[in-house]
């Protein structure tokens, strides 16, 4: 599953540590905007729970769409960037 996840933190010292476990996920597009593939719903509910310790529901804002295989093959992009894919690595 393709997801994109978006954040709205006012508190530096908190939006950073988002971000840093959102980049265990996947990567960065914008400075507050996340893309990912996870393959296993444990995935998704690691990064939920990892996020949990940290967002203040009452001041934080993250919100996570999810995307079909498909419909991510329908993301159009207008100037720089492209879409996020996993890189698999093989270890022979």
């Known amino acids: 599953m393709f997801y994109v996840v ?9 939006r950073q540590k988002i971000a840093k476990i959102l980049e265990d996920f996947g990567d960065r597009v914008q400075y507050s905007v996340f893309e990912m593939e ?19 529901k009452e001041e934080d804002s993250i919100r996570i769409y999810f995307l079909c295989k498909e419909c991510s093959t329908k993301v159009k992009i207008i ?11 093989y270890i022979v």
């Not at 978006?6 to 908190?14: L, S, V």
């Not at 100037?79 to 690595?89: C, I, P, S």
């Open 6 to 14: 978006t954040y709205d933190i006012p508190d530096d010292q908190r």
């Open 79 to 89: 100037g720089l960037g492209k879409l996020y894919q996993d890189e698999k690595v």
């Open 38 to 56: 996870l393959d296993k719903a444990e995935r998704l509910v690691e990064m939920q729970s990892r996020l949990g310790y940290v967002v203040k």
